[in-house]
């Protein structure tokens, strides 16, 4: 089966304004990959909202296609209302719905409670105005009961309107496979892009992996703990594996793959570069 060669980038919202030139830098570095359009993050309780808007309307005005993070933990129908005609209005084409993480102190409030009331209440309110991705777990939530609730709430998430879906990122081909054709057998059959985290410093990924569920196999773990603070061979290392794990995705069929850049040019332009993908 042939791979299909696009590509998509997340960046998320600088906090600065030396953060924001830097990312001006970035992306122009990485749009000679052509990628289908970049999603910018947003943040707990939509806590970066300022920063997203901003970042999206660059973004725009340099051409790109753009796509929001939309997270609804805390949010109302109004407030969603108010939101979906903003972002039309700039002329965001693309959602990534999502629940979003409660921020710290916050309690349960609002009037969405998954994700899938959120792309349900997106699809009734402005039909096809916007291509809706969601989240896709090929490792499992780390807070759903099972892997077959995770499955299913995913199904439910499609079911509610999602055109396609991004998964976090893994290091383990076959987590991904499997979970493609899981959830095929259930009648889901949406694109399920791939999520790629470029390898770049040990500590920065086994902190994220941690908090977000991610699996960094044994091997992976133990060779970049092996490598101590020898930055030349973690980087060496993780490009490897990386374009490998790349390699068997589109080998197999993936729809394409999704760049979580860290806003960072360098190491998605290596590995696109070894892929033979853009530039």
Not at 33 to 52: K, R
Not at 230 to 253: H, P, W
Request: charge should be negative; aromatic fraction near 10%; proline fraction near 5%.
């Amino acid at each position: 089966m042939n791979a299909n060669n696009s590509l998509s980038i997340e960046f998320f919202p600088p906090k600065t304004p030396e953060g924001a030139e830097k990312l001006r830098v970035v992306r122009q570095a990485l749009y000679p990959l052509q990628p289908q359009f970049c999603s910018v993050t947003y943040g707990a309780g939509g806590s970066t909202q300022a920063g997203t808007i901003s970042t999206l309307k660059e973004i725009l005005s340099e051409g790109v296609p753009a796509a929001s993070h939309f997270s609804c933990i805390g949010a109302t129908r109004d407030s969603v209302r108010q939101q979906l005609a903003e972002f039309k209005a700039m002329g965001v084409k693309r959602l990534v719905a999502l629940r979003g993480d409660l921020p710290s102190g916050y309690g349960a409030g609002g009037e969405f409670h998954y994700a899938s009331d959120l792309v349900a209440f997106i699809r009734a309110e402005t039909g096809d105005d916007f291509g809706i991705e969601v989240a896709a777990y090929p490792e499992i939530h780390p807070q759903a009961k099972s892997a077959e609730a995770d499955l299913q709430a995913f199904a439910t998430k499609v079911k509610a309107g999602a055109d396609s879906a991004i998964t976090q990122y893994f290091y383990n081909s076959d987590a991904y496979f499997r979970f493609v054709e899981d959830a095929d057998k259930l009648g889901v059959h949406i694109p399920v892009v791939p999520g790629i985290m470029p390898i770049t410093s040990s500590s920065q990924l086994l902190r994220f992996s941690d908090a977000c569920g991610a699996e960094i196999p044994r091997w992976i773990r133990l060779r970049l703990l092996g490598f101590g603070d020898d930055l030349a061979s973690i980087k060496a290392f993780g490009l490897d594996v990386v374009t490998d794990l790349c390699d068997q995705l589109r080998a197999g069929g993936a729809p394409g793959l999704h760049f979580y850049s860290m806003n960072q040019s360098v190491p998605t332009l290596a590995i696109c570069k070894n892929l033979g993908l853009g530039v």
